[in-house]
């Protein structure tokens, strides 16, 4: 099935450091979802966007919707070690079938 | 906690076998979505309910089926199980589902593993 990109698979930080994750599709969605999973965990919900230009803060973590839709991104700043975890971006329409699809995730770990 | 609610939390089986998977949505939740979870195909969306309905079909085997019940909970059946059935399976629910994308919390998931 389609699934949006997210690359690298892996980011190795500094404990402090800021860290950028990006998400690319070939198509357009209307919502865009990050969230993070920890091991032997369901996904988290960290932050959604609904309108294409939309910037959404939740503390250390800020998210952006892309102006052509496809595409956004996650920022996280002054990592700390529970950020370790896996990463992924999710893309939704709007309409009856409102399904997310998944970017692979990106594993972050967080040197102290 | 998500208020998502699944069990089993493993599940050990053998090919050619038939499991059963159950989750309890978010109290209020009408919409119930599968996902299952493989290293190699990540996370891929399998069905949703709405209100007890079947609303879209994704990545699902014939081999697997699911039905939502009045008091919204879901079940996922698995049968004729085969070893690259082993992967996590995740619930999800939301509000609605109906109309416009709504935010999805996810359950704790179920491991399972076909030997």
Redesign the interface.
Known sequence: ?Q?LNQSPQSMFIQEGEDVSMNCTSSSIF??W?W?KQDP??????LI?L?KAGELTSNGRLTAQFGITRKDSFLNISASIPSDVGIY?C?G??????????????ITLSVRP | DSGVTQTPKHLITATGQRVTLRCSPRSGDLSVYWYQQSLDQGLQFLIQYYNGEERAKGNILERFSAQQFPDLHSELNLSSLELGDSALYFCASSVAGQVGGNEQFFGPGTRLTVL
């Open positions: 099935g699934q209307n919502t979802l969230y032997g965990e369901g996904p988290v919900l959604a609904y992924f999710a939704q329409l709007t309409g009856a079938n409102s399904k997310l699809t998944f970017g692979k995730g």
